[in-house]
């Protein structure tokens, strides 16, 4: 089993920042794409930023110039450093990997727990 962990949610002010993390643990073959999503209340769960299978990182375009993804390989662990934060980033955020246990099992969705994040002043 694969268990993400969040960790850096809280209460910003609008302009401030934050910085997220998520560690992949468990049994762990290899992980195809990392990144992070949110929920925001009466809303559907989008897609933050993310490193996928393939190709360059993918970001929704509401945080491009603001928010940036990085990754620690070595330490299954990626990164969401948010900056100039608004009142609409507001959301529980959500690690998610795309992993496999073993080598012969499909690739898999896993979801950490969630963290929320709300800026307010």
């Known amino acids: 089993q694969v268990q993400l962990v969040e960790s850096g949610g809280g209460l910003v002010e609008p302009g401030g920042s934050l910085r997220l993390s998520c560690a992949a643990s468990g049994r762990i073959f290899r992980i195809d794409a990392m990144g992070w999503y949110r929920q925001a209340p009466g809303k559907q769960r989008e897609l933050v930023a993310r490193?996928?299978?393939?190709?360059?990182?993918d970001y929704t375009d509401s945080v491009k110039g603001r928010f940036t993804i990085s990754r620690d390989i070595a330490k299954k662990t990626v990164y969401l450093q948010m900056n100039s934060l608004k009142v609409e980033d507001t959301a529980v955020y959500y690690c998610?990997?795309?992993?496999?246990?073993?080598?012969?099992?499909?690739?898999?969705?896993?979801w950490g727990q969630g963290t929320q994040v709300t800026v307010s002043s």
């Open positions: 998610n990997a795309d992993a496999l246990e073993v080598w012969w099992t499909p690739i898999r969705t896993y």
């Open positions: 490193f996928p299978t393939a190709g360059s990182t």
